[in-house]
């Protein structure tokens, strides 16, 4: 199983330096590294969400992606219980810490992954795959009852082979629903990260079967050019 970890931004959004224009920085090509390793290292040097997650001490620029989310939907709110899947190495768990404030209002929240995490003050961290036996078990014993939402930024790692991407990532997020079907309260919230496609369409039908309300959404933090969608379902009916 694979982690969500930022990898996209969103161009043209006016973070930055202060709206002031910055010159690209440009990277040379290094002896061991390959020209589209160079490439990838330029774009994120020089991507707007990145510097800006430096700046305010995210630990990725994925943390963008979840701010804009919860400012359209209003899925985070004190008190709540909250797991956090694929939560390496912890921008989306920052995220849900401001505004669940646990430590303040008695909520939780769980910071989930198959690889180890760096200690977030206020947060639960707990390192499992979700597919094995076991850990899904140790999962739900960290919640303190009843989740209220389950969030999930998992991605298998990319091969460059756009349909093998697709699937690999539509099984975690496949797993991500099954999971958040066991531990939500009625009336919880689930989002997840899917890559567009074939299978697309018959996880939202499923997860419409399981929650009220289902919508898509491509935060402006995820790169313009990339497949990457999050499917945003609240109002969950409760398990079968």
């Excluded at 430096?54 to 709540?80: C, N, T, V």
């Excluded at 401001?98 to 989930?112: H, K, M, N, T, Y």
């Excluded at 369409?201 to 898509?216: K, Q």
């Excluded at 959404?217 to 398990?239: H, Q, V, W």
């Amino acid at each position: 199983m694979a982690r969500g970890r930022g990898s996209r931004s969103g161009g043209g959004d006016g973070i930055g330096d202060g709206g002031v224009r910055r010159e690209a920085e440009r990277v040379r090509t290094a002896r061991r590294r390959s020209i589209g390793s160079t490439r990838w290292l330029q774009r994120q040097l020089n991507d707007p969400y990145v510097i800006q997650a430096k700046k305010e001490g995210y630990r990725s620029r994925a943390a963008y992606k979840l701010r804009q989310i919860d400012d359209k939907f209003e899925l985070l709110k004190p008190g709540l219980r909250v797991v956090d899947l694929g939560a390496a190495p912890g921008g989306w768990t920052q995220i849900a810490l401001e505004r669940v404030l646990p430590e303040q209002s008695g909520g939780q929240v769980i910071a989930f992954d198959i690889t180890e995490i760096a200690p977030i003050g206020g947060a639960i961290v707990v390192q499992g795959d979700l597919f094995d036996n076991e850990a899904p078990a140790a999962l739900r014993a960290a919640i303190d009852g009843q989740a209220d939402v389950v969030l999930c930024d998992m991605a298998a790692p990319a091969t460059g082979h756009a349909a093998t991407d697709h699937l690999r990532t539509m099984t975690l997020a496949e797993g991500a629903l099954e999971f958040a079907c066991e531990v939500l309260a009625d009336g919880g919230a689930f989002v997840v990260k899917v890559l567009q496609g074939a299978d697309e369409p018959a996880l939202f039908a499923a997860m419409r079967a399981r929650f009220n309300n289902v919508r898509r959404m491509k935060p402006a933090a995820s790169r313009s050019d990339s497949t990457e969608l999050y499917l945003i379902a609240t109002d969950f009916k409760g398990r079968e």
